[in-house]
Structures are given as structure tokens and as C-alpha cells.
């Protein structure tokens, strides 16, 4: 079970640090990605980090703004999110799992219930 935390409310410009966080099993040996779900549109891929924490990967509309790391003594995975935008608005999901760190939802086989976060403009 994966569960989020770290949403709110910010300004344009602001940050906000989100954190997964695995209970009932070790997230050790999973890639974990972080998707978002923006108002009126499908979910979309965020980043991923390989279950070392040495690769990471981002959407081209967040490179460089979005840092996604791991603390594996924790089981938990964060998403630091700077230079945040009122088009970041969105539902952030992590999932946990697959066999390679894609932007395919549907081969994480752990998902979280999501954690809001809106940037206002």
C-alpha cells in the first residue's frame, strides 16, 4: 500500500515537497513513478526513479523544476517540486512496481490514493 502526503496550497513560484510512502512491504526493489491528474484531463507521467535511486527520468514539463529521490530506510520516495505553476494544479499519484521506469501507469502494480496540490496564480 502506497500512501502520499505533502499537498496544499501554494503561490506561483512556490514549493512543495510530496512524499510516498510504503506500508505493509518495502518498495526496496521497485521503480516508483509519480503521475498527475490536472482538472479535465487524462493522468499523466511526472518522473520516475529506478528502485537503486540512481536514474531518474522526467516529463519534459517538469525537468528541471521537479527533483524525485528515495530514502530507502524510510520506504518513502519524494517528489520536491520548485518554480511551481498554476498549471501543476493536479492530483499527484506514486506507484510502485513494474520491471522498467516507464510512463506506463498500467505496469505499476502499487498505487497511492493521490494528494492535492494547487498552485494559485
Known amino acids: 500500500q ?47 526513479i529506478d528502485y537503486s535511486g540512481v536514474t531518474t527520468t522526467y516529463a519534459p514539463s517538469v525537468k528541471g523544476r521537479f527533483t524525485v529521490s528515495r530514502d530507502h530506510a524510510k520506504n518513502t520516495v519524494y517528489l520536491q517540486m520548485n518554480s511551481l505553476k498554476p498549471e501543476d494544479t493536479a492530483v499527484y499519484y506514486c506507484v510502485a512496481g513494474g520491471t522498467w521506469c516507464s510512463d506506463n501507469e498500467r505496469v505499476y502494480q502499487y498505487r497511492g490514493q493521490g494528494t492535492q496540490v494547487t498552485v494559485s496564480s
Open 2 to 48: 502506497l500512501a502520499e502526503s505533502g499537498g496544499g496550497l501554494v503561490q506561483d513560484g512556490g514549493s512543495l515537497r510530496l512524499s510516498c510512502a510504503a506500508s505493509g512491504h518495502t518498495t526496496d526493489s521497485y521503480h516508483v513513478a509519480w503521475f498527475r491528474q490536472r482538472p479535465g484531463k487524462e493522468r499523466d507521467w511526472v518522473a520516475c
